[in-house]
């Protein structure tokens, strides 16, 4: 007598189908969880290899961080993703114009002379929760020392996700004592997770100006939108003067605890009677965090 094998029924294959749908959907949350976490770490161990490195640098540059050429009477034209250029031949072509020298108070090329230098590689540059990737300098033979920046503001959003502190203060923040020097109090903010800017991911109703227009005694939902985009909106990890990294949940922290991805406003009297309210795009003293470039 043949015996006949008996297969699923179409009713049980759903059942089975809807069970490993399930597993699926409890287990997909926590092993998202386990890769953000070790991202976060990652992230971490890239700014604390920026924190040595730059370190490294002030020692041989008597003790001050990186900083292309500035003036304090111009600080209100602080920029980034400026210069950009290869074929550069000039060993030192940061004065040099015609050798696409960055403009004047650059941020990013000041941050980008860790590279020149030869104390970093491409890829710490790149937080692993973010969607930039490692900078191959333009390919072929290309190096750090063929630029003198990161390839303009496209190039910055797809190979930087980092922000630095805007080392280039006015007379106001010089006169305050503000120095991009390894003398800089141990909590003040040098380096994070890129700056969100104006715009920034699902805002919360009523939010206007994206970090600009949130303050310390906001509510948590405000809060977490004005935290960089690099993981998710959670917080940022952040790079210290002391060489400690930290991941915080707010930008409200550093020395004075005061919004490190956004810059002071001063309300000043004027000649008619009212009152001036001004964005300071400097430092506004010694322990005043802006850290730029932002991912609009």
Known sequence: MKRTQKGFTLVELLVVIGIIALLISILLPALNRVRETANRVKCGSNLSQIGKAMLIYANENRDA???????????????????????????????????????VNDVSASLFLLLRAGDMVPEVFTCPSSSAERWDFGGGINTALNWTNWNGVAGLKQNLSYSYQNPFGDTGAISAGFKMRTSMTAEFALVADINPGTVVNNPPAGLTGGVAGVVVTDAASRIRASNSGNHDQDGQNVLFADGHVEFVNSPFVGVQKDNIFTARTVTTPNAGGGTTVTTLRSPYDANDTILLPTDD
């Open 65 to 103: 961080f990186p900083r292309t050429t500035a003036s304090a009477t111009l600080a209100s034209t602080v920029t980034y993703g400026t210069g950009n250029t290869t074929s550069i031949t000039n060993a030192n072509p940061f004065g040099v114009t015609t050798e696409g020298a960055p403009a």
